[in-house]
């Protein structure tokens, strides 16, 4: 199994569409990028910092990085159902309570999908109207990702609905096969001497 096949996760494939799996390992793998590059900014600012030439402009990309990285992240957790999902009430659950409750579960996370949308929009068009420094970029550029992960959580959020009421909410999920990872022995071995 490839690396890229363990980033898309099978758990509750009954509620996805295989056309949106690629989608889900651009996702994942831009939010890693993302997040490593943050870790990468933070290190750096913090050196050049200690030796006393601080690079103003490292916090701007810090903080687009962290900004990215948490929009993404809520889009693609959103379709892992890792996010944005309250699993523990439905879960506990069969028939149609659970049914009722997965479907306003999702009502929800698309209403908060939209505000997203609609909110994130206007301070995208509103954010050209102030900049960030040193660089003078304008502010839009850390709010354009809000109204698309907008979009992201209301199309996932879609695809779990017409997926959760064509084949039920309910499904027993496969076993995963993890081989456990064999301990290590860290005893030192008594040396031979011949």
Not at 84 to 110: F, K, P
Not at 133 to 145: Q, V
Not at 162 to 187: C, M, S
Request: with cysteine; net charge neutral; aromatic share 10%.
């Amino acid at each position: 199994m490839a690396i890229a096949d363990k980033l898309v996760l099978q758990r509750q494939r009954h509620l996805k569409w295989r056309a949106l799996d690629r989608l889900e390992l651009v996702l994942m793998i831009l939010c890693g990028a993302l997040c490593f590059g943050f870790s990468l900014s933070v290190t750096a600012d913090i050196v050049t910092r200690t030796i006393g030439h601080p690079w103003l402009w490292l916090q701007e990309v810090t903080s687009t990085l962290f900004i990215y990285a948490i929009f993404i992240g809520a889009a693609v957790a959103t379709r892992r159902n890792d996010h944005l999902y309250l699993t523990a009430i439905a879960e506990a659950m069969h028939g149609t309570a659970r049914m009722i409750v997965e479907i306003a579960i999702r009502i929800v996370v698309l209403g908060v999908a939209f505000c997203l949308i609609w909110y994130g929009y206007q301070n995208y068009l509103r954010g050209f109207g102030s900049f960030r420094l040193p660089s003078g970029t304008p502010i839009a550029s850390l709010y354009a990702i809000i109204p698309l992960s907008g979009i992201l959580i209301a199309l996932f959020t879609v695809e779990q609905l017409v997926n959760g009421l064509r084949n039920g909410f309910e499904h027993p999920e496969p076993r995963e096969d993890d081989t456990p990872i064999p301990p290590l022995d860290t005893a030192i071995a008594p040396e031979v001497r011949p």
